[in-house]
T-cell receptor, first 110, second 117 residues
Framework: KQEVTQIPAALSVPEGENLVLNCSFT??????LQWFRQDPGKGLTSLLLIQSSQREQTSGRLNASLDKSSGRSTLYIAASQPGDSATYLCAVSSGNQFYFGTGTSLTVIP | GAVVSQHPSRVICKSGTSVKIECRSLDFQATTMFWYRQFPKQSLMLMAT?????????EQGVEKDKFLINHASLTLSTLTVTSAHPEDSSFYIC?????????????FGEGSRLTVL
């Protein structure tokens, strides 16, 4: 069964810093990997989707990479802002399901 | 991106009553929708996969008679919590994919906070 892990569980950085969130998965047979953002008491907002054949995707200050063979993905956030504070989850689609990581709680300090 | 709408966003009910939560895909047809439950500071727990026109597939440990799922149309799935009890209080979220399966991008509703008194 696919297992998805996110490290660190929590991260606090000063505004303006670049940061990296990590996601690892145990089974490399995936269709895609998706990064989400969740604000307290809200649903999940899709940030980036990387298909299994792709290496990375970019959207604004966000860049996500995928190394399927090693079972890893990173989400790079450039020039962090207080508005980036949220929980970030990664999810992989594998078999007939989506598997979610436990999330990284990010706090950007003004 | 595609929009998934969930309603109500918050509901408070008395113990023993039933509560229905709706999940709608507003601008696409969703042959498959997913229902999750999320406890505070935890990740999502898949409850069931809702298939249009057929019975939902429940995850192990999820009571089918407790959590009734209906997917009567390509744009609507409902979750009914029957005879709700305080331990059913939680955040429930639905999602859907454009492609109808695991290969597509996943979009989420806004979530529904259920509080059972």
């Amino acid at each position: 069964k696919q297992e998805v892990t996110q490290i660190p569980a929590a991260l606090s950085v000063p505004e303006g810093e670049n940061l990296v969130l990590n996601c690892s998965f145990t089974d490399s047979a995936i269709y895609n990997l998706q990064w989400f953002r969740q604000d307290p008491g809200k649903g999940l907002t899709s940030l980036l989707l990387i298909q299994s054949s792709q290496r990375e995707q970019t959207s604004g200050r966000l860049n996500a990479s995928l190394d399927k063979s090693s079972g890893r993905s990173t989400l790079y956030i450039a020039a962090s802002q207080p508005g980036d504070s949220a929980t970030y989850l990664c999810a992989v689609s594998s078999g007939n399901q989506f598997y979610f990581g436990t999330g990284t709680s990010l706090t950007v300090i003004p | 991106g595609a929009v998934v709408s969930q309603h109500p966003s918050r509901v408070i009910c008395k113990s023993g009553t039933s509560v229905k939560i709706e999940c709608r895909s507003l601008d696409f047809q969703a042959t498959t929708m997913f229902w999750y439950r999320q406890f505070p500071k935890q990740s999502l727990m898949l409850m069931a996969t809702s298939n249009e026109g057929s019975k939902a597939t429940y995850e192990q440990g999820v009571e089918k008679d407790k959590f009734l799922i209906n997917h009567a149309s390509l744009t609507l799935s409902t979750l009914t919590v029957t005879s709700a009890h305080p331990e059913d209080s939680s955040f429930y979220i639905c999602s859907a994919t454009l492609a109808g399966g695991p290969v597509g991008e996943l979009f989420f509703g806004e979530g529904s906070r259920l509080t059972v008194l």
